[in-house]
């Protein structure tokens, strides 16, 4: 079929290149951006449609960055049934130029792959369990499938994902084609289908026998599947209607795997890696898994209870950390207020301390939030804390963290603090009497003890008025 309309992409599915010349073309607006429409004589591309994305290439060396109907752009001018390839061109070619159409094959082969293996995939979950697919996602890293359903156990995921194998060992045959209305009438759809001029559908599993004499036992090996195959040359798993670009047979799809599963407005959707996606994943973890295993000594079997044993030895150590981090910080502010940690009475002393001002060179706002409830409890006034926050990331920023306290009234007019040294300075934050606290973004801890030594004499301004 000429262009206008052409399905090239649906007779030939596999063609890589052909020779066409531009028919039309037109300047458009898409997604904020200005693109060259293209129509050509004949184009083997698929427009994006059916949670299929539109095929990609070149002409002559320009690239197609996507390919759409006309109907689906908006005041197109065009024929809304052309298959609209989008190029930026900058005035590069012209209506009646010809040259090489190429498909980017790697993209074409790889959602050929995602869209047959889908449709594999809710055969096999209404056949495991009646679950109704109700609409599909093929993104450029998985695929999604959101089924009908409140829930779908673990266990019939595995025998969907099992059976959905299976029949990729089998070789089944898959074959997209156009149907009258009278034979729509007599196909078993797996969904129902609105009746156009034009119906196109896809059948999965006819076979013959000499060609696919295993066929059978292959699919009977799931006890629980409700196939009742029949007459063995004359099998069809599933049909339903579509009008994507599809393999040819199972075996192409190669392998399906489950990734996850999420629950989503009372629905289930299944996250799947399929086709080459599935190995590349496969290859990833056993990599990831052998060199794992020899850090931590243990065959892959044994990771998960030793990465659990490390997990509860970090989480002792942390606590410990925290404890010793503690008393390091207590015994500094002792330190700073004349009074040892060892000292058992030194009220008299702690009591005519009016305040503190002290800067960690390693901490953060916690640290700082443990210094405030140990000065209340010792009934310290008037505190200046501070603490530099070092992140050690590329894209990071190490902080100074700052808190005030000032438990006298009436207490620090905290406006005048925030005008005049805090907001020179960049600095942040707010709070309410008696005890006020931020951060600013630093470079180094001089940073914070600049800032440290401004509000202590902000402070000291205070006291004196």
């Known amino acids: 079929m000429s262009q206008n309309g052409s399905s090239l992409y649906h007779q030939q599915p596999y063609t890589r290149n052909i020779q066409t010349r531009i028919e039309a073309m037109h300047q458009l607006e898409l997604d904020g951006l200005s693109r060259t429409a293209v129509v050509f004589r004949e184009s083997q591309f698929y427009p994006r449609g059916g949670g299929q994305p539109g095929d990609r290439g070149s002409f002559e060396g320009y690239p197609v960055l996507d390919t759409l109907k006309g109907s689906d752009i908006p005041g197109f001018p065009g024929d809304p049934s052309s298959t609209v390839h989008v190029m930026e061109l900058n005035g590069k070619l012209r209506p009646g ?34 679950y109704p697919t109700i609409s599909v996602h093929q993104g450029s890293d998985y695929t999604t499938v959101e089924f009908q359903a409140g829930d779908i156990p673990d266990n019939d995921i595995l025998r969907a ?67 009742e195959p029949g007459n063995s040359d004359d099998l069809l798993l599933d049909v339903v209607g579509c009008g994507g670009v599809h393999l040819r047979n199972s075996a192409e799809i190669r392998l399906i795997h489950h990734l996850k599963t999420e629950r989503i407005r009372g629905r289930v959707r299944l996250y799947w890696k399929i086709g080459d996606r599935a190995l590349e994943d496969y290859r990833m973890k056993e990599d990831v898994c052998g060199k794992t295993g020899t850090m931590l000594s243990r065959p892959p079997e044994e990771i998960p209870g030793r990465v659990s044993e490390l997990q509860h030895e970090i989480s002792s150590l942390k606590k410990e950390l925290g404890v010793l981090k503690r008393r390091q910080l207590m015994s500094r502010i ?58 050690e990331s590329a894209d990071g920023e190490s902080k100074i963290f700052w808190c005030l306290m000032d438990r006298r009234d009436p207490s620090l007019e905290f406006d005048s603090i925030k005008k005049d040294i805090l907001e020179p300075m960049n600095a942040r934050g707010g709070g309410k009497a008696p005890v006020w606290q931020g951060s600013m973004p630093a470079a180094t801890p001089g940073d914070g003890r600049l800032l440290i030594q401004r509000l202590t004499a902000g402070f000291s301004r205070h006291n004196d008025a």
């Open 334 to 391: 002792d330190e700073a207020l004349f009074r040892t940690p060892d000292q058992e009475d030194g009220s008299d002393n702690l009591h005519s301390a009016p305040g503190i001002s002290l800067f960690l060179e390693e901490g953060d706002m916690n640290d700082l939030r443990d210094a405030v409830k140990y000065l209340q409890k010792l009934e310290v006034q008037t505190a200046v804390l501070g603490a530099y926050d070092h992140d």
């Open 97 to 130: 130029d010809q040259g090489e159409l190429s498909l980017d094959w790697k993209h074409r082969w790889d959602y050929m792959q995602q869209h047959s293996g889908q449709h594999l995939i809710s055969a096999a979950f209404w056949l495991i369990g009646s």
């Open 161 to 227: 994902t099992e059976l959905a194998n299976r029949c990729i060992l089998a070789r089944l045959d898959i074959r997209s084609r156009q149907i009258s209305e009278e034979e729509l009438a007599n196909l078993p759809l797996r969904r129902s289908l609105k009746v156009e001029s034009r119906i196109r559908v896809l059948e999965i599993g006819r076979f013959s026998p000499s060609e696919n004499a295993e066929l059978p036992a292959i699919l009977k090996g799931s006890e629980d599947a409700r196939l």
